[in-house]
């Protein structure tokens, strides 16, 4: 399995951005997928969690309404569309699938993910 992100970039607060996180090797049925960032100096962060066949997402309250995950099946992709950037927001994201087997994490802890993409940097400011 490998996962690789993209679509990052600098831009000024208030713009939009779409990151892509295209995985290859194994099947995806059974997998879930998280978006992951990590500021310079922080730990890194739970960003978004998507189901991969129910679809089921959740979001950190901290970018709840305003950032949106997606996934499309037939590609094996995955999607964070940000809106409002905000400077704050700046930070390397990361994409991450999650094999379901390590249960014991909640999915917003970056332990129960299984792969990570190489993380693309986001840079907002004016």
């Known amino acids: 399995v490998q996962l690789q992100a993209f679509g990052g970039g600098l831009v000024q607060p208030g713009a939009c951005l779409r990151l892509?996180?295209?995985?290859?090797?194994?099947?995806?049925?059974?997998?879930?997928w998280g978006w992951f960032r990590q500021a310079p100096g922080k730990d890194r962060e739970f960003v978004a969690t998507?189901?991969?066949?129910?679809?089921?997402?959740t979001y950190a309250d901290s970018i709840q309404g305003r950032f949106t995950i997606s996934r499309d099946s037939a590609t094996n992709t995955v999607y964070l569309q940000m809106n409002n950037l905000k400077p704050e927001d700046t930070a390397i994201y990361y994409c991450?699938?999650?094999?379901?087997?390590?249960?014991?994490?909640?999915?917003?802890?970056?332990?129960?993910?299984?792969?990570w993409g190489q993380g693309t940097q986001v840079t907002v400011s004016s």
């Open positions: 892509s996180c295209v995985a290859s090797g194994r099947p995806f049925g059974s997998y879930a």
């Open positions: 998507i189901t991969w066949r129910a679809g089921k997402k």
């Open positions: 991450a699938a999650d094999q379901g087997k390590k249960t014991h994490y909640t999915p917003d802890h970056h332990r129960r993910y299984d792969y």
